[in-house]
C-alpha cells in the first residue's frame, strides 16, 4: 500500500550534507578555539571561516583515491580556503570531527523520536479517559480471567510509554557528547580548552575520557533504548492483533476508504499496520546486538564498528520514528467495539467470577482446599455442559449450604471488579 508517512526531517539529519555541513561547523569552531589560544591566528581563523565550504560530489571523487572520507573532506575544503589550509584540522584525529558530528547527529535525530513519543503519549492519555469505564474480560494465558476496562489497558500502554520517553530522554544525553582529544585521547596536540568551546558551540557534553574514539558502550546503550522502545510498540500491537481476531472482535486498526485487506478475500481486514510494527521491532532488537558488538574494540580504537555504525543508527532511528509515526495512526483511529466485549464478557457464563466465590466461601470459615473444590466443580460443569455458572452453584448442595441465591448475585457483579478504576488512573497521573 502507499505510505503517507514521510521522513524529510529524519533522512535529512542523516544525509551526507549535514554529516559534511556539521564536520565544516566543528573544523572552524576548532579554529576559533585554537585562535583564542593564540595558537593560530585570529585572522586566519575569520579568513577561513568565510571561504570554507565543501562541494559533495569533489569529496566523493577524491575519497576514491584516497579511500578516506576525513582526508578526502578536509582535501576538498582546503582548495576554497586557500594558504591557510594549513590551520585546517590541526592537531585533531578523524574520530574528533567524526564522532563529535555523530553526537549532533543523535541529539537531533533523539529530538525528533521524543517529540513521536510525547504525541503518542497524548493520544493514549485521551483515549484512555474515553474508555476508562468500557467494560471487558482480562485474559491471562490467551483465557478468560477477570473483568476488567479498555480505558486500563490504554493507561497500561500510556504508563510504558512515559517509561520510555524518561529512557530516551537518558539515552539521548548519553549521546550527546563530543570528543576534540588528538589521535589517542590524551590532548598531546590539542588542549582541553578546545574541546570544551567546540562542545559548547554545538550543545553537547564533552566526554570525560576517550580514546581515539568515543567508548561505544554510550552507542549501544542508546540503541538498545530504542529496542526497548519498539519492543513496547510490538507488545501494544500484537494486543490489537489479538483483539481484531474474527472470534474476538473487541478493536481493531483503522481501515482506510479503498483499502484492500486481500487480493484472494474481499471481506478481509488485516491488522497490517500493527504486524508491520512487530516486524520492525525485530530488526530494532538485531540492530541493538550488533552495537553491543561494537563495544569491543582493539586498544585505543579500530574501525569495526564504523561500518555498522552507519547502518544501525540511521536504520533504527528512521525505523522507529516510522513505527511511532504508524502507531500513533492506529491509537488515533481505533475502531472499538465494547458490544463485542461485553458479549465476550459473559461466554463463559460466568466463570469470570470464580474467584470472588471462592473467596466468600473463605470469609465463611471453609479451609481454602475445601472452597477451591466446591467451586472448580461447578466451573468444571459449566466448562463441560456451557450451563451457567451460578446455577451450577446453585445446584450444589455444599456451595448451598453457604451460599444464597441472593448472595450470588452480589458476587456475580461488575461493580466490585471496577471499584478501584478510578484510583489507577489516579496513579498514573491520568
Known amino acids: 500500500m502507499i505510505e503517507r508517512y514521510s521522513l524529510p526531517a529524519m533522512a535529512a539529519i542523516w544525509r551526507e550534507e549535514f554529516k559534511f555541513k556539521t564536520m565544516l561547523q566543528i573544523e572552524i569552531l576548532t579554529l576559533e578555539a585554537l585562535a583564542k589560544q593564540k595558537k593560530i591566528p585570529s585572522s586566519a581563523a575569520q579568513r577561513i571561516r568565510k ?4 562541494n559533495l560530489k569533489k569529496i566523493q571523487e577524491i575519497e576514491t583515491r584516497t579511500q578516506h572520507d576525513v582526508v578526502a573532506f578536509v582535501a576538498n575544503v582546503a582548495q576554497y580556503i586557500g594558504p591557510d589550509a594549513k590551520y585546517l584540522h590541526m592537531g585533531l584525529t578523524s ?4 564522532d563529535t558530528t555523530l553526537g549532533v547527529q543523535l541529539s537531533a535525530v533523539s529530538d525528533i523520536l521524543l517529540d513521536d513519543l510525547n504525541k503518542l503519549l497524548k493520544i493514549l492519555a485521551k483515549k484512555a479517559r474515553v474508555y476508562k469505564d468500557t467494560v471487558c474480560v482480562g485474559r491471562t494465558h490467551g483465557v478468560h480471567a477477570e473483568p476488567t476496562t479498555f480505558g486500563l489497558k490504554l493507561a497500561l500502554w500510556y504508563d510504558e510509554t512515559r517509561r520510555n520517553l524518561a529512557r530516551l530522554s537518558q539515552a539521548k544525553e548519553a549521546v550527546s557528547c563530543g570528543k576534540i582529544s588528538g589521535a589517542v585521547g590524551t590532548y598531546a596536540n590539542v588542549e582541553p580548552q578546545v574541546e570544551a568551546y567546540v562542545c ?9 575520557i576517550s580514546t581515539q574514539v568515543i567508548q561505544r558502550d554510550v552507542y549501544a546503550q542508546y540503541v538498545s533504548t530504542l529496542a526497548v522502545i519498539g519492543a513496547s510498540l510490538e507488545k501494544f500491537a500484537t494486543e490489537i492483533r489479538h483483539l481484531q481476531r474474527t472470534e474476538v472482535l473487541e478493536a481493531e486498526e483503522p ?9 484472494a478475500m474481499p471481506h478481509k481486514r488485516n491488522p497490517v499496520i500493527c504486524e508491520r510494527i512487530c516486524g520492525l521491532a525485530r530488526l530494532l532488537r538485531g540492530n541493538a546486538f550488533v552495537a553491543m558488538e561494537n563495544v569491543a574494540l582493539w586498544h585505543e580504537r579500530d574501525i569495526s564498528h564504523s561500518s555498522v555504525e552507519r547502518v544501525i543508527l540511521p536504520d533504527s532511528t528512521i525505523a522507529l520514528d516510522y513505527m511511532l509515526h504508524k502507531f500513533i495512526e492506529v491509537i488515533d483511529g481505533l475502531q472499538v467495539y465494547p458490544q463485542n466485549m461485553m458479549a465476550n464478557l459473559i461466554k463463559t457464563k460466568g466463570l469470570i467470577f470464580s474467584q ?8 465463611k470459615g471453609l479451609a481454602r482446599q475445601k472452597a477451591y473444590d466446591i467451586v472448580q466443580r461447578a466451573a468444571m460443569e459449566t466448562w463441560k455442559h ?3 455458572f451460578k446455577s451450577n452453584l446453585l445446584r450444589d448442595n455444599q456451595a448451598r449450604r453457604y451460599l444464597s441465591a441472593k448472595e450470588l448475585d452480589k458476587i456475580f ?3 466490585y471488579y471496577l471499584r478501584n478504576v478510578g484510583k489507577i488512573f489516579k496513579k498514573v497521573g491520568l
Open 95 to 98: 574520530s574528533d570531527v567524526l
Open 413 to 415: 457483579s461488575l461493580d
Open 200 to 208: 559548547k558551540k554545538l550543545g553537547l557534553a564533552p566526554a570525560r
Open 386 to 388: 456451557a450451563t451457567s
Open 51 to 54: 571561504k570554507a565550504k565543501f
Open 356 to 363: 470472588r466465590v471462592l473467596l466468600t466461601l473463605m470469609d
Open 255 to 263: 481501515f482506510g476508504k479503498g483499502q484492500k485487506g486481500s487480493s
